[in-house]
């Protein structure tokens, strides 16, 4: 948020499609951060109308790139790099997704990206199809989100997200933390020898000062505390960058960075 680059891609793409309305979600994902860019987008995008065009301009130059990728999915579409985050986003391969190629003389830098997603999205606007753009395809690069770890008696999920107010978002959503339970009574842990035995509806359902859990309005985990911060406070961090690329990630994960949930 602080060069010129946000203001010129709005420019860029008002250029393409004057009669659009563009709409910020985020800019402050954490650099590389596939797993939280995923929960970000999916939380946002199922609240947008159909036929939205949404630009995903997280981790373009993952590696020199030679096309770009637009998908139609759940009604909408998505417009990123092939990277992976794609398949992460739609939880598998989207219903219909292009390659749309790069011009040989175009220069490799973002305005480049955005020229050719505008274009797609100023002609999808128009009523053309995605496959009219360019053939369809399910030769694509495939990451999966991050899981929880599941046992008879306990569930373990990963920090993905803390928000403004050091709130920690945890991957586990509500069904899978039902599904697991089985009415079953329940302790969180985390940071070792911290714990909560009961789920909260909103952060005023305890005293100031006391930490809670609860599923926020995505439906995902959250430790927070009332009118507090749980991550500074316990000392809580979110998936490293280094630990997306190495086969052993999970292993290496702290409990600093994860959730358990013991049921009994």
């Known amino acids: 948020m602080q060069d010129y680059l946000v203001g010129a891609i709005k420019g860029q793409l008002w250029q393409y499609c004057p009669e659009c309305h563009v709409t910020d979600i985020t800019h402050h ?47 909408q579409y998505i417009g990123c790099a092939d990277n992976g985050l794609l398949t992460m986003i739609a939880g598998g391969m989207p219903e219909k997704v292009i390659k749309i190629p790069l011009a040989k003389d175009e220069p490799r830098n973002t305005f480049a990206i955005i020229k050719l997603l505008a274009a797609a999205a100023r002609e999808l606007s128009r009523g053309a199809a995605l496959g009219e753009l360019a053939p369809l395809t399910q030769q694509i690069v495939v990451k999966h989100n991050l899981q929880p770890l ?52 909103t952060y005023a359902d305890v005293p100031e000062g006391t930490k809670l ?19 500074g406070l316990f000392g809580l961090q979110g998936f490293r960058r280094e630990q997306l690329t190495q086969p052993a990630g999970f292993q290496q994960l702290s409990y600093y960075q994860t959730v358990r949930i013991i049921f009994q």
Not at 29 to 40: G, K, V
Not at 165 to 194: G, L, P, S, W, Y
Not at 221 to 226: F, G, K, P, S
């Open 150 to 201: 599941v046992g008879d008696d306990f569930i373990e999920g990963q920090i993905i997200h803390i928000d403004a107010f050091e709130n920690v978002v945890v991957n586990i959503t509500r069904e899978q933390f039902a599904a697991q339970r089985k009415n079953r009574r329940f302790r969180i842990f985390f940071r070792r020898d911290e714990v909560i035995s009961q789920i909260s509806e």
């Open 29 to 75: 994902i954490s650099p590389f951060n596939l797993p939280q860019a995923t929960y970000i987008c999916k939380s946002a995008f199922a609240y947008f109308p159909l036929g939205t065009f949404h630009f995903v301009l997280i981790n373009l130059f993952d590696r020199r790139p030679d096309h770009v990728l637009v998908a139609e999915h759940n009604g």
């Open 213 to 231: 859990a609860l599923f926020n309005a995505a439906g995902y985990l959250e430790i927070a505390i009332n009118k507090g911060n749980a991550a």
